[in-house]
């Protein structure tokens, strides 16, 4: 059973930056994702990572303020996120999953993923 932990969360001001760490127990997951439970929201996908060759996925929202990047040397996937909104208040979560069939059209949806982080709270003061 495979663990993720989440850290570099807090409190920033509007238009600042801030990047996002999770941190995996093993090798092996296929697929990774960032997700973001805002208050009162369902938790929707920003961006993930396959193993498989394509380029990382992003939400269309969030494209061109964020990227992710996998670290295999010390097993982490981070998440940059610039030009910080207050919108972008809520809790960030990492997921992992090992059978990644069709994750192109499945990358964003929470439930393709097993494994999940406890997530991180990022506050975005005006």
């Known amino acids: 059973q495979i663990g993720l932990v989440e850290s570099g969360g807090g409190s920033v001001q509007a238009g600042g930056s801030l990047t996002l760490s999770c941190k995996f127990s093993q090798f092996g997951p296929n697929c990774m994702a960032w997700f973001r439970q805002a208050p009162g929201q369902e938790r929707a996908g920003l961006a993930a990572?396959?193993?498989?060759?394509?380029?990382?996925y992003y939400s269309d929202s969030m494209k061109g303020r964020i990227s992710i990047a996998r670290y295999t040397s010390n097993l982490t996937l981070d998440l940059r996120i610039n030009n910080l909104r207050h919108e972008d208040t809520g809790v960030y979560y990492c997921a992992a999953e090992y059978r990644c069939a069709n994750i192109r059209a499945r990358w964003s949806d929470p439930q393709t993923y097993t494994f999940w982080g406890r997530g991180t709270q990022v506050t975005v003061n005006q």
């Open positions: 990572f396959y193993t498989g060759g394509d380029p990382p």
